[in-house]
């Protein structure tokens, strides 16, 4: 596996308060990105990062941010959680229009 | 946008079967397009991945094919064995961007 690491792996937390997600790479990749898996929905693409500092909004952005301060750290923030984004989140990696790689996942509960 | 569908959505089939899944898209300008394989609970891992100007790859007992005028890529799985139970979803990227537009996966059982 890409030296990629996602924390928590779990979370379950309540309406309204604040999540952020970690993603950790040692691969020293350029692009960093967040996924979310939902049944009948495959993967989407919420966020993306192209270097440090450089974001850029995916298809389903709303209620998210992202902040990438350095090369091997991309977190994602739900600032106030609702019951919708309870989801599976993958953070990938890649070094450019090729392959992507996968971190575990983190599963998200939000009551 | 990009429409990724993928059919059908559970195949089982016994040990030692050969098998072929399914996977369209909408939009022909595509750069690349990738088979991943999901295990219960984890995380993707790449099976194969095919340029827009390939029209096969070949792995082991797994071979993917491209027909980008048709919109639609195939996934053979030879003598299929236990071990290959697990979901397989195809991603495609455009021409323009860096993101993969992903189908819903196909959820494989095979049979010992």
């Known amino acids: 596996d890409a030296g990629i690491t996602q924390s928590p792996r779990h979370k379950v937390t309540e309406t309204g308060t604040p999540v952020t997600l970690r993603c950790h790479q040692t691969?020293?990749?350029?692009?960093m990105y967040w996924y979310r898996q939902d049944p009948g929905h495959g993967l989407r693409l919420i966020h993306y990062s192209y270097g440090v500092k450089d974001t850029d909004k995916g298809e389903v952005s709303d209620g998210y941010s992202v902040s990438r301060s350095k090369t091997e750290d991309f977190l994602l923030t739900l600032e106030s959680a609702t019951s919708s984004q309870t989801s599976v989140y993958f953070c990938?990696?890649?070094?450019?229009?090729?392959?992507?790689?996968f971190g575990p996942g983190t599963r998200l509960l939000v009551l | 946008k990009q429409e990724v569908t993928q059919i059908p959505a559970a195949l089982s089939v016994p040990e030692g079967e050969n098998l072929v899944l399914n996977c369209s898209f909408t939009?022909?300008?595509?750069?690349?397009l990738q088979w991943f394989r999901q295990d219960p609970g984890k995380g993707l891992t790449s099976l194969l991945l095919?340029?827009?100007?390939?029209r096969e790859q070949t792995s082991g007992r797994l071979n993917a094919s491209l027909d980008k005028s048709s919109g639609r890529s195939t996934l053979y799985i030879a003598a299929s064995q236990p071990g290959d139970s697990a979901t397989y979803l195809c991603?495609?990227?455009?021409?323009?961007?860096?993101?993969?537009?992903f189908g819903t996966g196909t959820s494989l059982t095979v049979i010992p």
């Open positions: 691969e020293n990749h350029r692009y």
């Open positions: 939009d022909s300008a595509i750069y690349n």
């Open positions: 991603a495609v990227k455009r021409d323009t961007g860096n993101q993969f537009y």
């Open positions: 990938a990696i890649g070094q450019g229009r090729e392959t992507q790689y």
């Open positions: 095919i340029q827009s100007s390939q």
